[in-house]
């Protein structure tokens, strides 16, 4: 695999069609940091592969970052490997009255993410959750 190639692992994707010209944006990450080297060998490489399978049909823009400190959260391995820390959650869907939820992400389990705010806990169904970000904090 290109990625696996240039030593990073794919962190997520993100598609968005948009009209005639669409975007692909994938996010890499590997042990010590992401360099812009590797975004832009892993963007040559992908996008050679893709156009040559014929992946993506019509115009498309490929964007290949790092996930950054305020990395999106993808799946609940991710999550889990984040508890402790800040979150920002949006909902699809209200959840007790509310679509957006940020506080310390507690615990992670069965699908669902538990989230501290104060003295009140909130289990957020990940299906429900439309974007999660790690908050980053500076010392």
């Known amino acids: 695999m290109t990625v696996a190639a240039a030593g990073c692992a794919i962190w997520g994707v993100e598609y968005q069609a948009a009209g005639k010209r669409s975007r692909l944006r994938v996010y890499i990450d590997k042990s010590g940091g992401v360099s812009i080297g590797d975004c832009e060998r892993v963007s040559h ?7 040559l399978e014929g992946v993506i049909g019509g115009s498309y823009d490929l964007e290949v970052s790092s996930p950054g400190l305020d990395r999106i959260l993808f799946n609940a391995d991710q999550y889990a490997g984040h508890v402790g820390e800040t979150v920002d959650v949006r909902l699809n869907f209200p959840f007790e009255g509310r679509k957006r939820f940020v506080g310390l992400l507690a615990g992670v389990e069965d699908g669902q993410a538990l989230v501290r705010i104060e003295d009140e806990e909130y289990v957020l169904p990940l299906e429900n959750v ?3 970000r790690v908050v980053p904090t500076f010392d």
């Open 130 to 132: 439309q974007r999660a």
């Open 45 to 51: 490489d992908l996008s050679d592969l893709l156009d």
